[in-house]
């Protein structure tokens, strides 16, 4: 049963990678936001028998695959969602970005904490939720200096890339929502996948 999930699941990557790149918004663009699916599922692939991950981890890491997916076709401030919840709330600029931020957090958080939990590095709870913090600001900050390169590489043209909407402090909230997904993860979802990890020791 867990095989033929991960299949499904794959499969359904796959299909989205090829529809969202039959007409995306700007092909560029659709590039740089699906280069992280296109790195990290032959890695999930390569690792399964030897390293398999929690049903937990390899569900948000399908969700945040989806979410990269569907900003690449649309182009982050284009997504129809974001447009609804945009409608929904009365915000005055599409909202999609701050969810792909926030998976930005949330996602990499649990992967830390599996990686350091499996391997042993960090035994005390504490600094378990700490270092996974830091793993999370990293990779965000890490994302930002990435959209700043290509801001000063490719001018204007990287408007669709950045998603900023004239949003001055774009930059700053993108780091709150990862650090929200994070924490998050840490709290939330953490005993879910204490659980999990109980049986993939066990």
Request: proline share 4%.
């Given at each position: 049963?867990?095989?033929?999930?991960?299949?499904a699941?794959?499969?359904?990557?796959?299909?989205a990678?090829?529809?969202?790149?039959?007409h995306?918004?700007?092909r560029g663009t659709?590039w740089?936001?699906i280069?992280?699916?296109?790195?990290a599922?032959?890695?999930?692939?390569?690792?399964?028998?030897?390293?398999?991950?929690?049903?937990?981890?390899?569900?948000l890491?399908?969700?945040?695959?989806?979410?990269?997916?569907?900003?690449?076709?649309?182009?982050?401030?284009?997504?129809?969602?974001?447009?609804?919840?945009?409608?929904w709330?009365?915000?005055?600029?599409?909202?999609?970005d701050?969810?792909?931020?926030?998976?930005?957090?949330?996602?990499?958080?649990?992967?830390?904490?599996?990686?350091?939990?499996?391997?042993?590095?960090?035994?005390?709870?504490?600094?378990l939720?700490?270092?996974?913090?830091?793993?999370?600001?990293?990779?965000?900050?890490?994302?930002?200096?990435?959209?700043?390169?290509?801001?000063?590489?490719l001018?204007?043209?990287?408007?669709?890339?950045?998603?900023?909407?004239?949003?001055e402090?774009?930059t700053?909230?993108d780091?709150?929502?990862?650090?929200?997904?994070?924490?998050?993860?840490?709290?939330?979802?953490?005993?879910?996948?204490?659980?999990?990890?109980?049986s993939?020791?066990?």
């Amino acid at each position: 049963m867990k095989h033929l999930w991960l299949k499904a699941g794959l499969v359904s990557l796959i299909a989205a990678l090829v529809l969202s790149g039959i007409h995306p918004y700007e092909r560029g663009t659709w590039w740089m936001e699906i280069a992280p699916v296109l790195i990290a599922l032959p890695l999930l692939i390569a690792t399964y028998k030897r390293f398999p991950l929690t049903p937990l981890l390899y569900t948000l890491i399908w969700l945040q695959a989806l979410v990269l997916i569907l900003g690449g076709a649309y182009s982050y401030a284009r997504v129809p969602l974001g447009f609804a919840i945009q409608d929904w709330l009365g915000m005055d600029r599409n909202p999609y970005d701050k969810i792909g931020h926030f998976m930005q957090g949330l996602t990499p958080a649990i992967v830390a904490r599996e990686l350091l939990v499996r391997h042993r590095v960090v035994l005390k709870k504490g600094w378990l939720l700490l270092l996974c913090l830091c793993v999370v600001m990293f990779i965000s900050s890490l994302y930002e200096l990435i959209e700043w390169a290509a801001a000063l590489m490719l001018g204007e043209g990287a408007e669709e890339f950045l998603g900023t909407q004239g949003y001055e402090w774009d930059t700053q909230s993108d780091m709150f929502y990862a650090l929200i997904g994070g924490l998050v993860a840490l709290t939330i979802l953490a005993p879910l996948h204490d659980r999990q990890l109980a049986s993939a020791n066990g």
